[in-house]
């Protein structure tokens, strides 16, 4: 059984007060809320609206340092849609997705905008996905794990859209086989 928090599939970030509500498994499969087995979670995936934002460098004030706000404000927003989902705290190494969905300039021919909204043309532009995977980890600490250091299989791809989002998908790692592609590995000769 899963269980519906709040208005889903969201419009706006949630809030705190949750009344949660039974929905079926079907419901959760289609709204992306999480599988949830027990108290074991198997897969977790959510989807952030909204443009995609990396971690952005600490700022000085004199000799303090602090966080941008938007940052901030951005790493809030990805543990409530964490939490929204269903977040348990996964124990282990833990495998991470990231799908980074970003807006297609207007200045964009219609051409262009066909070949980027096919995939042919893909972002290369900011954010750096290294930085989109710091802001994601370092926001599910102590949501979908203890530490980010559990993070042991991560994928971030950036794709054009007419809906920037950034969609997460979280699983716990499964082993690899050490031959799978040709090359072995932790052996010594």
Not at 17 to 26: H, I, K, L
Not at 53 to 65: D, E, K, V
Not at 97 to 120: C, F, N, V
């Amino acid at each position: 059984m899963c269980v519906r928090l709040g208005n889903y599939p969201p419009t706006q970030p949630p809030r705190r007060e949750f009344t949660p509500r039974p929905w079926s498994g079907r419901d959760c499969l289609r709204f992306g809320a999480g599988l949830l087995f027990g108290v074991r979670m198997t897969r977790l995936w959510f989807t952030v609206p909204g443009e995609p934002r990396g971690w952005a460098r600490a700022r000085t004030q004199g000799a303090r340092f602090f966080t941008d706000t938007k940052t901030a404000s951005e790493k809030q927003a990805v543990a409530a849609w964490a939490m929204e989902a269903g977040a348990r705290i996964l124990e282990g190494p833990v495998d991470m997705r990231l799908t980074a969905y970003l807006r297609i300039p207007q200045s964009a021919s219609k051409k262009r905008r066909a070949d980027m909204l096919s995939g042919a043309e893909r972002p290369t532009k900011k954010p750096d996905g290294d930085n989109l995977a710091k802001l994601t980890m370092d926001a599910l600490n102590g949501v979908c794990w203890r530490d980010d250091v559990q993070v042991v299989d991560l994928t971030v791809r950036k794709f054009w859209s007419d809906e920037p989002r950034l969609v997460v998908e979280i699983s716990p790692a499964t082993a690899i086989n050490e031959q799978s592609d040709g090359v072995l590995r932790n052996k010594v000769a």
